[in-house]
Structure formats: structure tokens, C-alpha cells
């Protein structure tokens, strides 16, 4: 079991094995019907949660910091709240099906989907690790992705 995470972006042909396409950033893109979102490759979803604040995003355009501040910046926000709980949903999703973060960013290297990309494979790769451990009844792994009443129902059968 191993992630699929690429990246890619708005508007460029689909790769083959690309999967799905999420948009991340933060507003959709002007003047395209919602219908030709996925037609014209901007995205199969757009995902909203997952761009960067809109003060962040403003401070890094006007050269106020570098991209390492404002990757941290960034990190910091997705560590938190229902972006969190997505970049762990995400990450499950990609351990079965490939998945691809796109944005409008010309350079992915200056861009927010490739911290995001590292986040999302950081957190597959811990998942499918502790998958693989539940798959042989490794019960402190158990513990870790299990409510108490999940784990009381799976210790009954």
C-alpha cells in the first residue's frame, strides 16, 4: 500500500495514472463555467479548506517573506481544525486512489501544493504503516486509529 500524490497545474493536459484532481486554491477560476471546471483541467473538486489563508498569500505576493516563511506559515495552518482533519482524509484516499493538488501557480517549487503534497505523503506514509500493523493485529496500532467504542466492538469479534 503506497500514496499517490502528484501535483499539477490549473488548466493543463491530465496525465495518465493522475487520478483525481483537486483544486486547492482559494478561489475558482474567473470567467469558467462550473461546468467546464473538469473539462478545461482545473479540477474533478475544488477544496477551498486547503489554501492558504488570504492575509498569508497577500504578504508572501507582496515580498514581505520568503517561501520557507511562508511554507512554515502554511505547515502551521493545515495543522489545525477541519484542514487537518482533510489532509488526514486525503491522505487515506490516497493509499487507494491516486490523487493530484493543483493550483494556479506557474512555478510548483514557489507554490502551496507542493508543501501540501509533502503533507498529505507524510501522513499516507504513517497510515499505511499503522494499516499494515492493524492487518496483523498489532494492537497498540489499533489504538491509535480506533475510538474506545470502535476498538471495544473490534476486540469482541
Not at 86 to 113: K, M
Request: one cysteine or more; a positive charge; glycine letters at 8%.
Amino acid at each position: 500500500m503506497s500514496p499517490a500524490v502528484s501535483t499539477y497545474r490549473y488548466g493543463s493536459p491530465r496525465r495518465d495514472g493522475e487520478g483525481l484532481r483537486l483544486g486547492v486554491a482559494r478561489h475558482v477560476p474567473r470567467g469558467v463555467r462550473r461546468e467546464d471546471q473538469q473539462r478545461g483541467g482545473y479540477f474533478d473538486q475544488w477544496l477551498p479548506l486547503l489554501a492558504p489563508s488570504a492575509d498569508l498569500v497577500a504578504a508572501y505576493r507582496r515580498h514581505k517573506m520568503p517561501f520557507a516563511s511562508f511554507a512554515s506559515r502554511y505547515k502551521k495552518q493545515m495543522e489545525r481544525g477541519d484542514s487537518c482533519r482533510l489532509v488526514q482524509l486525503l491522505a487515506t484516499i490516497s493509499l487507494f486512489v491516486p490523487i493530484s493538488i493543483g493550483c494556479y501557480c506557474e512555478d510548483e517549487n514557489l507554490c502551496h501544493r507542493s508543501v501540501l503534497q509533502k503533507l498529505i505523503l507524510k501522513e499516507a506514509l504513517e497510515k499505511a504503516e499503522g494499516f499494515a500493523l492493524l492487518r496483523k493485529g498489532g494492537q497498540a496500532e489499533i489504538l491509535k486509529y480506533a475510538s474506545p467504542v470502535c476498538l471495544r466492538d473490534f476486540e469482541e469479534r
